[in-house]
């Protein structure tokens, strides 16, 4: 609801701007969906999609993916999914997903899944773009996530506000910001339990944030997203270096003078690639597991196998480096 003056609440306003710039580069017609969660941030999102969407030109959906994690998930998918109809969205689809924790984790699965579900029904709709609802607060959890884990720049980058039909429009607001504009627009949101549980490292990390806020003054979550963004220009510079390095190194075994030759920032970006293109889950593969394959270029004496995450081995034989599944136990 806008204000008696005809001026929307300024976190309303914020919200609006940012999916009116996502907006700007889509054709008269065309199809916008928003991954609603049910939280302040993606139903903060989904109303300012509806309001944007007729200066726009475009249509707007839903899509809200239950990931049948606690009793009872798929009421609270269905009265998300009524919610955005009665936001005038359409189409609003709900998707159920199994999410299969097995050696990656809750957190890591949920997303793979919930993307997979996403992915499905932007392709069988044909839409243009999908809109995720993640605030500035949640590009400063993933940041210090990715310092916790030690893997460099690209993991300090943070989540982009833009890859493939994938678009972050409220990456620049604050979590309080999106719930400001609920309460202004007098929208009702859920709370999910599992934002509450320390059982997840993004719990923690935002646990660990308020306290270093206290500690350090205000301001650090917005300085950390301003990081991110001052590093996704070098590292998707160097992951286009690292990117054509693979291709000219081929399927393997590699030659390790080959690996060797390349410029410490570029091969380490390498070995990811080479690992996760092997199956190692890209969140599980640490500075730790680079140093490691590191060592059998650089400190090579005839070692045994680098263990990696994926059921994975790395080894070098000669002049030879190869990455092969860990044979099974006898």
Do not use: F, K
């Not at 929208?187 to 999910?192: H, P």
């Amino acid at each position: 609801m806008d204000r008696p003056w005809g001026r929307p609440h300024p976190a309303v306003a914020a919200a609006r701007a940012a999916v009116r710039a996502t907006l700007a580069e889509c054709d008269p017609g065309d199809l916008v969906l928003v991954a609603c969660s049910g939280g302040a941030d993606s139903t903060a999102l989904a109303d300012a999609a509806r309001v944007e969407r007729e200066p726009a030109g475009v249509r707007t959906g839903a899509v809200v993916v239950d990931h049948g994690l606690q009793p009872g998930s798929d009421g609270v998918a269905r009265a998300v999914a009524e919610r955005m109809t009665g936001l005038g969205l359409d189409p609003v689809e709900v998707v159920a997903v199994a999410v299969d924790a097995t050696g990656t984790g809750v957190e890591d699965a949920a997303r793979s899944a919930r993307y997979a579900a996403l992915e499905q029904v932007a392709g069988r709709l044909g839409a243009r773009l999908v809109l995720l609802g993640h605030t500035l607060d949640d590009q400063a959890e993933q940041v210090l996530l990715g310092l916790a884990r030690g893997s460099g720049a690209r993991s300090l980058a943070g989540m982009p506000p833009a890859r493939g039909r994938y678009r972050r429009p409220l990456l620049g607001l604050s979590r309080e910001q999106t719930r400001a504009a609920c309460r202004a627009e007098g929208l009702t949101w859920w709370e999910d339990p599992m934002n509450a549980d320390p059982a997840h490292a993004r719990v923690r990390a935002r646990r660990a944030l308020a306290e270093l806020e206290a500690g350090l003054g205000p301001g650090l979550s917005a300085a950390l997203a301003r990081s991110a963004d001052l590093l996704r220009e070098d590292a998707d510079h160097l992951d286009t270096l690292a990117a054509a390095a693979s291709a000219g190194l081929g399927e393997g075994p590699w030659p390790a003078r080959a690996l060797a030759d390349l410029p410490r920032a570029v091969r380490t970006r390498v070995w990811r690639r080479l690992l996760t293109g092997r199956g190692a889950p890209a969140g599980q593969v640490s500075a730790r597991h680079v140093e490691a394959c590191e060592r059998l270029l650089t400190h090579w004496h005839g070692q045994g196998p680098v263990h990696a995450p994926g059921g994975l081995r790395v080894t070098r034989s000669a002049d030879r480096v190869s990455i092969t599944p860990t044979p099974p136990v006898e």
